[in-house]
């Protein structure tokens, strides 16, 4: 089995910053795309930010929605099984819980599949 926990979240005021981190732990032998989604009340959940793996550079190739418009950065330290989310010029659209997600494959016999956090809130308000 393999878990992922968020942490970082929290109350903050328009305009400012949050860096949430994620760890993997559990069953892991290879770790692919790793990703942070959102889900605020009555939405759907929504892509943040996404990385691929990138190997022995520690990194990969990065996604992000046109929303983001430069504001968020994703990065991931392969050799702690994390990746972070830099989250800059906060706004109050950007309230809602935010899901860590890594696809995972545990050996080298077993299918790669999807694993998902339990989230984390980030809350912007005045």
């Known amino acids: 089995q393999v878990q992922l926990v968020e942490s970082g979240g929290g109350l903050v005021q328009p305009g400012g910053s949050l860096r949430l981190s994620c760890a993997a732990s559990g069953s892991i032998f290879t770790i692919y795309t790793m990703g942070w989604y959102r889900q605020a009340p009555g939405n759907q959940r929504e892509l943040v930010a996404a990385?691929?793996?990138?190997?022995?550079?520690?990194?990969?190739?990065?996604n992000y929605p046109d929303y983001v418009e430069g504001r968020f950065t994703i990065s991931r330290d392969n050799a702690k099984n994390t990746v972070y989310l830099q989250m800059n010029s906060l706004k109050p659209e950007d309230t809602a819980v935010y899901y860590c997600n890594a696809v995972v494959r545990t050996t080298p016999q077993r299918m790669p599949r999807t694993y998902w956090g339990q989230g984390t809130q980030v809350t912007v308000s005045s």
């Open positions: 990385i691929s793996s990138g190997g022995s550079t520690g990194g990969g190739s990065t």
